[in-house]
């Protein structure tokens, strides 16, 4: 990945919005959790991968990943964001939009290959049960990332017992070589976790 004085940058077509440095466009980790785990842990395999992205709002992370990957699978099921999704990937050609919901995975199976990497940044007290939902799509070996939103996931129990709750429902599911990383630098109450198939 690109990184130039500390910014994380990417080459691809500038859009309407864009923060530029250098001709490039900067990805920013307070407005993007995949920039923040970036810059707080370590870059994600996106270069040339295959990934899909549950919870793409209108695409502005999906836009950077477009930048390096070579096709991103963007599921969104809000209508409004999935308007400028739509309108994102028109100007992406590697930029796959489905309208539907991510717990409903079946619905979208006859469109998505495996992928290299899973993506979810969903804010929905059910997160976790989403995330593994879709783990058929993840190669063995492919990457799994989850940005869990723990205040949707409620506030009766401590963030230690949330995170420990999400860590077990995933390990039962097959995800290995677990790391949990706290983003709350630049997205308050966000960790993420981040294993393999």
Same mark, same amino acid.
């Given at each position: ?18 923060? =530029?440095?250098?001709? !490039? ?6 407005? &993007? ?14 270069? #040339?991968?295959? =990934? ?5 709002? @209108?695409?502005?992370?999906? @836009? ?36 539907? #919901? ?16 899973? =993506? ?8 976790? #049960? ?21 205040? &949707? !996931? ?33 997205? @308050? ?6 294993? &393999?198939?």
């Amino acid at each position: 990945m690109i990184w130039k004085d500390g910014r994380l940058l990417s080459s691809g077509k500038i859009l309407p919005g864009d923060r =530029i440095y250098h001709g !490039m466009r900067i990805w920013d980790p307070a407005h &993007s959790k995949v920039a923040a785990l970036c810059h707080i842990h370590g870059e994600p395999p996106v270069k #040339d991968a295959c =990934i899909l992205y549950l919870g793409a709002a @209108s695409g502005s992370t999906v @836009s950077f990943l477009s930048d390096y990957a070579e096709i991103v699978y963007a599921v969104e099921f809000s209508p409004r964001p999935a308007r400028d999704l739509i309108r994102l990937a028109h100007e992406r050609t590697n930029i796959i939009p489905i309208f539907e #919901d991510a717990r409903h995975p079946e619905r979208y199976l006859p469109l998505v290959e495996m992928v290299d990497v899973l =993506i979810q940044d969903i804010a929905q007290r059910d997160q976790a #049960d989403i995330a593994i939902r879709n783990l058929p799509f993840l190669k063995p070996g492919g990457h799994f990332i989850l940005f869990l939103k723990l205040l &949707s !996931m409620g506030i009766e129990k401590k963030k230690e017992e949330l995170t420990a709750e999400v860590l077990m429902q995933i390990k039962t599911a097959g995800i290995v070589d677990v790391k949990v990383i706290n983003i709350d630098k630049y997205h @308050s109450g966000h960790v993420a976790i981040w294993g &393999s198939h």
